[in-house]
């Protein structure tokens, strides 16, 4: 029996997995394992592809999920930029491992839940009804004693209220937009459905939240918001070289074993494996270089070829948003070792902007870069040097540097040498505190290795 296609973007994508255009045997569509798929207007011709393993289906005007109900053998599922209201067709996804569902309109993130093999879910500028929102939160909080659990992690960006509630206003003032955040440094407004801007597979802006929250609906539209902010910042040159990847991974206990497997210096995996088994049931993560891309160039600055490294094999750990953490000691002399017993250093990460007064002269006479610091009045702040490429971490306390400055005097005596590396930093951290105030202890090494 062949088999018509009539949604031509399916159809397209059909031509390239299969090899030839329709009409298609049983036999062929069954046999497909990957696609896809960009433009579409649905996805009903999909229901003889009983075979398909991967989907990603982008700038679609797909409004549900229901015809991958049927789909048992589907591992991994990206939608994004599609006006999807409900995931109910995820259920029965028995074996779907990978998902990613971003820039949609879907509220309810209970089907998330019911997917028994998922193993990690990217979701992120979706306007999640409260009840969801607090639920995917308290998901990726650790379980009481620290083990490691068996459990999908869900990749939710640096979303925080405000952006979620700007996302929530665009669509209660019946605004088919979406806004969040794919990372520290990007947040977007996206149009979900077909493209309409020619080139790109779904229509995007760069955006921050400023931009999108509305007090009232007033004269805006979909379209004239959209247009007005795109054509905004692309005067601006903001829109140019964008993507919607992931540039952090993130992973359980046993992705960060294998991560650490990459470190070729013995010490420095010590160190690593000492965090790792001290915090068996956190999130763990790892920046790639085009992270470190848009970190350098924010930063007007070239990272040390060793802190790029050490990040891109283990950068830390609760990233969603970023914990504070506390050290048990520094291995050289320091600004705020005698803090240490008082349990009140705890240190915020904060990639460098050198914004401010302070900024560019820590960056251009100084020469680091400041990457964590004890808030609230910088008493302590952690960094590695501009200069060449040195591997040990250095503090200082900023007060003291400039006195030194107003002084005549080199800074050199104020910057303190504390760690030999960033695996060592990580080696000595023994407490995490989440965005919410929950506290994560380390376990004892011995007890959370096993023995």
Known sequence: MSIDIKDTAVAAALERAIGHIGPYSEGELAGVRALRIVGAETLHDLTGCSGLEELAVVGSSVTDLAALSGMARLRALSVLACPVTSAEGLVGLERLEELRLDFTFVEDASPLFALPSLRRARALGNPWNESSWQRLQQHGLPRSGGAAVARPIFELGVEDEIRLNAARRLRAFGLDLCFGALDTFRTVMVRPGKARVAGLECDWTVANTRDVWLEQKGHWTTDSL????????????????????????????????????????????????????????????????????????????????????????????????????????????????????????????????????????????????????????????LAVSLDGDQPDIREYRETAIFDELRAGNPPDGVVYSVYSSYAELLGHIIAFKLADGTVVDAAPVDTAAGG
């Open 226 to 381: 959209f247009d007005a902010m795109r054509n905004y910042h692309i005067g601006r040159g903001d829109n140019a070289g964008f993507d919607f990847d992931s540039h952090r991974e993130l992973g359980d206990r046993e992705d960060a074993l294998r991560w650490i497997a990459g470190e070729t210096e013995p010490e420095r995996r010590s160190h690593l494996e000492r965090f790792v088994a001290r915090f068996p049931g956190a999130v763990f993560f790892r920046e790639d270089d085009a992270f470190h891309a848009m970190v350098e160039r924010i930063g007007g600055v070239s990272l040390p070829a060793s802190y790029r490294r050490a990040l891109s094999v283990l950068a830390g750990a609760f990233p969603e948003p970023a914990a504070d953490y506390r050290v048990d000691r520094f291995t050289g002399r320091s600004v705020a070792a005698t803090n240490l017993v008082e349990d009140s250093v705890w240190y915020s990460p904060q990639p460098a902007n050198y914004r401010g007064d302070e900024g560019p002269t820590i960056r251009d006479v100084v020469r680091l870069y400041p990457f964590a610091l004890w808030a609230p009045r910088k008493f302590s702040i």
